[in-house]
């Protein structure tokens, strides 16, 4: 079974950057049709997706943060990582990363839990 | 971006209702549409991909229909665990796009 643990610091300045980490186990971060994806969710809000890499190390980004945001993976530690630079307290919310499934469909199957993080001195 | 309007924004019912959820595409989308289930503190999870299809081993009184711009999310009978914001989301052009969920509540 696969799992995704976010894992990184919940309390960043503003103006400084986020940077997230999640952990994929159960399987490799590198087999299969599958891409990695971050998306967030303000409390109380709906769905923002940040974007997404591929194992081959090609990425999107959402058009609204794309001048703050790389995605990265590290595939011999079955890692991918978020940096978001010069947060604000707009950028306050829960952090999810998520397995995309690539066959045809594009579809989101596995979900980490979340971790949140505030933007606040 | 792809705008995605659900309706209603929250919805109470009875257990046993027959639950429908509206999602509504500002362009065409064909098929490529996914909706999730997310209860409270949790993550979201898929119910159904391609607006029609089943993932595995979710419940057989959920489903959806539509194609093009307009999308419906149907539970036939409502229990108890079925409690949870509902979203639809697109994939057909990016950045994928959500709907802004559609809370249920028991009656």
């Known amino acids: 079974q696969v799992q995704l643990q976010e894992s990184g610091p919940g309390l960043v300045k503003p103006s400084q950057t986020l940077s997230l980490t999640c952990t994929v186990s159960g399987g490799s971060i590198s087999s299969g049709s599958y891409y990695w994806s971050w998306i967030r969710q303000p409390a109380g809000k709906g769905l923002e997706w940040i974007g997404r890499?591929?194992?081959?190390?090609?990425?999107n980004y959402n058009p609204s943060l794309k001048s703050r945001v790389t995605i990265s993976v590290d595939t011999s530690k079955n890692q991918f990582s978020l940096k978001l630079s010069s947060v604000t307290a707009a950028d306050t919310a829960v952090y999810y990363c998520?397995?995309?499934?690539?066959?045809?469909?594009?579809?989101?199957?596995?979900w980490g839990q979340g971790t949140l993080v505030t933007v606040s001195s | 971006d792809i705008q995605m309007t659900q309706s209603p924004s929250s919805l109470s019912a009875s257990v046993g209702d027959r639950v429908t959820i509206t999602c509504q595409a500002s362009?065409?989308?064909?098929?490529?549409l996914n909706w999730y289930q997310q209860k409270p503190g949790k993550a979201p999870k898929l119910l159904i991909y391609d607006a029609s299809n089943l993932e595995t081993g979710v419940p057989s009184r959920f489903s959806g229909s539509g194609s093009g711009t307009d999308f419906t999310f149907t539970i036939s009978s409502l229990q108890p665990e079925d409690i949870a914001t509902y979203y639809c989301?697109?994939?057909?052009?990016?950045?994928?796009?959500f709907g802004q969920g559609t809370k249920l509540e028991i009656k």
């Open positions: 998520a397995r995309g499934r690539e066959d045809g469909s594009y579809y989101f199957d596995y």
């Open positions: 362009q065409d989308i064909s098929n490529y």
């Open positions: 989301q697109q994939y057909d052009n990016l950045p994928d796009t």
């Open positions: 890499i591929y194992t081959s190390g090609s990425t």
